[in-house]
C-alpha cells in the first residue's frame, strides 16, 4: 500500500508560545479522499501549512509519497498541490497568466502550460474571465481559480483547505463533482471543510483534529456507524396541540404541524410509523434535523473538551 | 527539478518581474526618465555652465555617469524591494513557496529583474544624456561590469529589506534616508578631491562613490579612486548579501510562520 501523506509526531509551537500541534499522528493512502475536521484553531490549517511548507514544524516528520520534506523537500513538493483557505494569488494578474506562471514554476514549458490553463479554465467555467484581471472575478470563481492553479502540474497529492467555504450551493454541488471525477482519476485529495455534508459526501477516510490532536481517525463509514441516535424531523398533515406518546421514542412538537423525532439505532423507523399510524398522525414528509457527521462531530468535540475540563 | 526544469522556472519569475514594471511604466520608466532631463538641464546646463570644469571635464559630462548610476542604484533597488513586499502583501509568495522551486532560483528571479529595470532605466537616462552632452565611452568592459554589478547589489539590498519589511511604510525608509543621501554624497555631483581631506576620508567609507567612480572611469577615464578595489569590495558584498537573503529564505523570515 503506497502512501501518499504520512505524518508523523508533528508538533508545533508558534513564535508566541501558543501550542497548535500536539504530535499529531496519521496516514492517507495513494488515492484516497481524506477529510480533516476539526473546530476553528484546532490545528487543521497549521497541518496543512507545515505539509505545504508554508509553516516551519518545531519537530516530528511529514513525507509525501514516502519523500521526507527534510530530507528532500523539492522532490516533495513536486507531487502537492495546495489550495489554501485564503485568497492568494496576484490580483492584478490576468487569469490565464496566473496559471501559466504557476505552471512554470514546476518547469512547465509555456506552450503546454497555456493548453492546461485552456483546459482547466473551460473544464471549471472561467473561459470567459481568461482575459480579466483575478480582482475582477466573483468569490466563487477565485475559488475555482485557486483550483485550477493547483491543479496545472498534475499534482498526485490535492490540499484543498476549505475549497467552497462562500460559495453557492449549486457552484458547490459542481465543485463536488468535479472533485469526485479528480479523485476518481487517480488524484489522492486531503480536504478540509467546515461543510460536514461535504465532507460525508466525499470522503472515505476522516481525522477529526481538536485543540492540536486528533481525537478520531478513522473510515467515514466506521464513524457513522458509532452514531446511536439520530433526530428526525417529520412534517405532519394535521396540526396537533401537543405532542403524541409514541412509546420508547423521544417525541417533541416544535410547531403545530412539525414533531421532532429521537431515533435509537437499533430501534429503526418501522416502529415509528407503526406508532404514528395508531396515532392516526399522516406523515408529508421527513429529515434529519442535522447531518450525521455533523452530529457525530460535535459530540466528539464536546466529549473531548469535557474530558479536558475534568 | 533538472537544469531545463530549473531554467523554465527562473525565467517565469524574471518574465514576470519584467512584465509587471513594463506594464506601470507610468510608474516605473518614465518619472526616472523626466527627473534625470530635468537634472541635465538644471544642474549641467543652467548651473553647470556656470562651474565651468570639474576634473578636467566639461561639468555636464562629469555629472552624467553619476546620474546615470544614481538612476541605475535606485531603481534596481525599489523593483525588488516593491516587487517582492507585495508578493508578502498579497501572499502570493506562497505560489512560489509551495511549488519546487529551489531558493536560488527565487533569489535569481527576483534581483535579475530588478536588474532588468535598473539597466533599462540606465539605458534611457543614457539615451536622454546624448541630447545634452556627447559620451565617448573609454572602458567599455569596466563600465558594463560596473553597472551590472551595481544593479546586481542593489537589487541584492532590496530583496533583503523587502524580508524585514512589515509595511508599506518599511519599504520607503531605506531608501530615503539611507540610500538617497548617500547617493547624493557618492560623488555623482563633484569630485571628492574638492573636499577636505577629513571629509575625504569619510566620504570613502560610503560605498556609492566607489561604483560612481567606476562608472565615471568606465566613461570618461578618470576616477578618484582605485578602480580593481571598487570591483574587488562590490563583488564582497554581492557574496555576502546574496548568502544573507539565501538564508533568509531558507528560514522563512517574514515569509512562513
Redesign the interface.
Known amino acids: 500500500m503506497t502512501l501518499a501523506l504520512t505524518v508523523e509526531n508533528l508538533h508545533k509551537v508558534y513564535g508566541n508560545g501558543f501550542e497548535a500541534l500536539k504530535e499529531i499522528s496519521f496516514e492517507v493512502k495513494q488515492g484516497d479522499f481524506f477529510a480533516l475536521l476539526g473546530p476553528n484553531g484546532a490545528g487543521k490549517s497549521t497541518t496543512l501549512g507545515i505539509v505545504s511548507s508554508l509553516v516551519n514544524k518545531t519537530s516530528g516528520k511529514v513525507s509525501i509519497f514516502g519523500v521526507d520534506i527534510d530530507k528532500d523537500l523539492i522532490g516533495a513538493k513536486l507531487n502537492l498541490g495546495v489550495v489554501p483557505q485564503e485568497f492568494n494569488f496576484n490580483m492584478f494578474e490576468n487569469v490565464k497568466d496566473i496559471l501559466v506562471t504557476q505552471a512554470g514554476y514546476y518547469g512547465i514549458e509555456r506552450k503546454r502550460a497555456s493548453e492546461r490553463a485552456d483546459y482547466y479554465m473551460k473544464k471549471l467555467g472561467l473561459w470567459e474571465k481568461r482575459h480579466g484581471a483575478a480582482r475582477m472575478l466573483s468569490g466563487g470563481m477565485k475559488r475555482r481559480l485557486m483550483i485550477a492553479r493547483a491543479l496545472m502540474h498534475d499534482p498526485k497529492l490535492l490540499i484543498l483547505d476549505e475549497p467552497t467555504a462562500g460559495v453557492d450551493i449549486e457552484l458547490r454541488r459542481s465543485m463536488w463533482e468535479f472533485l469526485r471525477e479528480l479523485n476518481a482519476a487517480g488524484t489522492t485529495i486531503i480536504l478540509t471543510t467546515h461543510y460536514l455534508e461535504e465532507a460525508e459526501s466525499l470522503c472515505r477516510n476522516i481525522a477529526i483534529i481538536d485543540r492540536g490532536k486528533i481525537i478520531k481517525n478513522t473510515s467515514m463509514n466506521a464513524l457513522l456507524q458509532q452514531l446511536t441516535t439520530e433526530t428526525f424531523i417529520l412534517d405532519i398533515e394535521d396540526a396537533l396541540t401537543q405532542a403524541p406518546h409514541l412509546e420508547g421514542y423521544g417525541v417533541r412538537l416544535i410547531a403545530e404541524n412539525v414533531l421532532e423525532v429521537d431515533v435509537e439505532k437499533e430501534q429503526g423507523l418501522n416502529g415509528l410509523f407503526e406508532l404514528l399510524q395508531d396515532n392516526n398522525i399522516l406523515v408529508r414528509s421527513m429529515r434529519n434535523k442535522s447531518n450525521r457527521l455533523e452530529e457525530l462531530f460535535v459530540s466528539l468535540v464536546d466529549k473531548t473538551l469535557n474530558q479536558d475540563n475534568a | 527539478?533538472?537544469s531545463?526544469?530549473?531554467f523554465?522556472?527562473f525565467?517565469?519569475?524574471l518574465?514576470?518581474e519584467i512584465r509587471r514594471f513594463t506594464r506601470i511604466w507610468a510608474q516605473t520608466l518614465l518619472p526616472p526618465a523626466i527627473t534625470m532631463t530635468l537634472y541635465f538641464i538644471i544642474f549641467g546646463n543652467l548651473i553647470g555652465s556656470r562651474i565651468g570644469e570639474m576634473g578636467g571635464f566639461d561639468y555636464m559630462e562629469y555629472i552624467v555617469p553619476g546620474l546615470i548610476m544614481m538612476s541605475v542604484i535606485t531603481n534596481s533597488y525599489s523593483n525588488v524591494v516593491s516587487s517582492f513586499y507585495?508578493?508578502k502583501f498579497?501572499?502570493?509568495i506562497?505560489?512560489?513557496?509551495?511549488?519546487?522551486?529551489?531558493n536560488w532560483i527565487i533569489l535569481s528571479g527576483f534581483v535579475l529583474g530588478g536588474v532588468a529595470r535598473g539597466l533599462g532605466v540606465g539605458l534611457i537616462v543614457t539615451l536622454l544624456s546624448l541630447f545634452f552632452t556627447d559620451l565617448q565611452v573609454q572602458h567599455l568592459f569596466v563600465t558594463v561590469a560596473i553597472v551590472f554589478l551595481t544593479a546586481v547589489l542593489f537589487a541584492l539590498g532590496g530583496f533583503i529589506n523587502a524580508v524585514f519589511a512589515n509595511s508599506f511604510d518599511d519599504i520607503s525608509i531605506i531608501p530615503t534616508f539611507v540610500l538617497t543621501p548617500l547617493t547624493y554624497l557618492g560623488g555623482v555631483f563633484y569630485s571628492i578631491q574638492l573636499l577636505p581631506e577629513f571629509w575625504q576620508g569619510v566620504s570613502q567609507l560610503n560605498p556609492i562613490l566607489y561604483m560612481v567612480n567606476t562608472f565615471r572611469y568606465g566613461i570618461l577615464g578618470v576616477s578618484d579612486i582605485n578602480v580593481g578595489f571598487a570591483f574587488m569590495m562590490i563583488l564582497l558584498f554581492i557574496g555576502g548579501l546574496f548568502s544573507y537573503a539565501l538564508y533568509l529564505l531558507k528560514?522563512?523570515k517574514g515569509i512562513?510562520?
Open positions: 527539478m533538472n531545463h526544469d530549473l523554465i522556472a525565467w517565469t519569475i518574465r514576470r507585495s508578493t498579497q501572499r502570493s506562497e505560489e512560489l513557496l509551495v511549488s519546487p522551486v529551489p528560514h522563512g512562513r510562520s
